[in-house]
């Protein structure tokens, strides 16, 4: 079996799982736009469609990490609200050990050649992935929140490169993420979160796994 006929076959599975709830519930602890016989709503920055019969991100039926991404925080539905503050380092979940240093590298350090021009595109950024102001008090020298998923936020905080020290990154999630999603899909919703915003400023395709 290929990895991408595995991929397919895992998201097919955790949608059996899903559609065990009435639709109508779904749409609620999402949340999510019911439409017919399939649940709208915006994750990664595009819109996204899941029905019995498999997801689309702005039409098109991703096959990869992405799909089981989506398709695991449709499984892990529940209720209650994302409390975004304080938000919480990856390494302060439980059993997160184990996905640390992926997440310093395929979340954090992905973004750090790109810290001057994210710098002039926030707002760009922002209102592709349903951004809100950081707190005041978050620090660093620009900071951004965006919702890849509906009840999971990421803050993004950025050092300028100066005379003594090189750019940097540093990415926090919500404080309850863990409640909607595995921390294993946890540390991997940091990653292509950090790929969207590499697409929004530098187009290319970067959602396909090697």
Do not use: W
Not at 25 to 40: G, H
Not at 70 to 93: M, N, Q, V, W
Not at 153 to 180: G, Q, R
């Amino acid at each position: 079996m290929t990895a991408e006929s595995n991929y397919v076959k895992i998201i097919r599975d955790n949608l059996v799982v899903v559609f065990e709830t009435p639709l109508e519930k779904l749409a609620q602890l999402m949340p999510a736009q019911k439409e017919a016989d399939s649940l709208l709503f915006s994750a990664f920055g595009q819109t996204c469609r899941i029905e019995a019969g498999g997801i689309t991100l702005d039409d098109m039926a991703p096959t990869d990490v992405l799909g089981i991404l989506i398709s695991l925080y449709a499984r892990h539905a529940k209720p209650g609200d994302c409390i975004a503050e304080p938000f919480t380092a990856f390494k302060g979940f439980p059993d997160s050990m184990p996905y640390a240093g992926a997440f310093a590298t395929h979340t954090q350090q992905i973004l750090v050649p790109y810290v001057a021009k994210l710098k002039t595109k926030q707002a760009e950024i922002s209102r592709a992935l349903d951004g809100q102001p950081a707190p005041a008090d978050i620090g660093g020298d620009f900071a951004i929140v965006v919702y890849p998923l509906p009840k999971i936020a990421l803050c993004y905080i950025f050092y300028d490169a100066d005379e003594d020290f090189p750019a940097s990154v540093t990415c926090l999630y919500s404080h309850n993420a863990n409640d909607f999603m595995p921390i294993d899909g946890l540390a991997d919703v940091g990653e292509y979160t950090s790929k969207a915003i590499i697409a929004l400023i530098a187009p290319k395709p970067v959602f396909k796994s090697a």
